[in-house]
């Protein structure tokens, strides 16, 4: 009993420490937007974590906006692909709330500028250049590109475009109802006279036919 009341007063000290150290940090709303260097585009759901609570970690959005609870002196760590890691801490502040513009270094490096050429070396391109046919003009290219076996070639390999196909439909509609009109194949034969007509001449040459063979 008596080692027992030391040890709970000690608890107690801690306890009570421990509780003011806690209210000594300020809770507040930290939000903010990740953007880029120069060309201020945001970093979509770039990683946001407080290394001072327990490495709690959050996702932007795909705007790089972001919003959680922390503490006033908590350290926050922005990270992403592509992008130089970040650490701040969120200062003190007067109200409840607090709004941070991230900037992050893009880690990307942009190459020089290389034109490439069809010759390994200068002599090559010396060689074809004065090699080059330069007898044909403009009209005579436009009017082999735009021959017959040119284009046909053309459309036999580059497909047809909405308006064509339109067209095209359109056309072939057409036709077969012409075709149903003008072509006998489409009409219903029961409703043709001269077909009947024809039938009735063929049945009665059928019968004079047989009425004679059946005279002699």
């Excluded at 409840?96 to 990307?108: E, P, S």
């Excluded at 007898?135 to 076996?149: C, G, H, K, P, T």
Aim: proline residues 5%.
């Amino acid at each position: 009993m008596k080692l027992l009341i030391p040890i709970l007063l000690v608890l107690s000290i801690f306890f009570d420490s421990s509780v003011l150290k806690a209210q000594e940090k300020k809770i507040i709303q930290y939000s903010g937007i990740v953007t880029t260097v120069g060309s201020g585009l945001p970093v979509g759901y770039a990683t946001v974590t407080n290394l001072s609570f327990r490495n709690e970690a959050v996702a932007a959005n795909n705007e790089g906006y972001f919003s959680f609870v922390a503490h006033v002196g908590d350290t926050i760590r922005f990270t992403s692909v592509g992008f130089d890691p970040l650490t701040i801490t969120i200062p003190k502040v007067s109200g409840d709330k607090y709004t941070a513009n991230i900037v992050m270094q893009n880690l990307v490096t942009e190459l020089p500028m290389v034109t490439p050429y069809p010759w390994a070396s200068i002599e090559e391109f010396n060689i074809a250049f004065m090699n080059l046919d330069v007898s044909e003009d403009n009209i005579v290219r436009a009017r082999r590109s735009l021959s017959y076996e040119s284009l046909s070639a053309m459309a036999a390999v580059v497909p047809r475009d909405g308006n064509e196909m339109r067209s095209i439909n359109n056309a072939q509609s057409f036709n077969t109802m012409n075709n149903k009109v003008i072509n006998q194949r489409y009409a219903n034969p029961l409703l043709n006279p001269f077909a009947w007509g024809s039938l009735i001449q063929q049945i009665t040459k059928g019968s004079q036919s047989r009425s004679k063979s059946a005279r002699y």
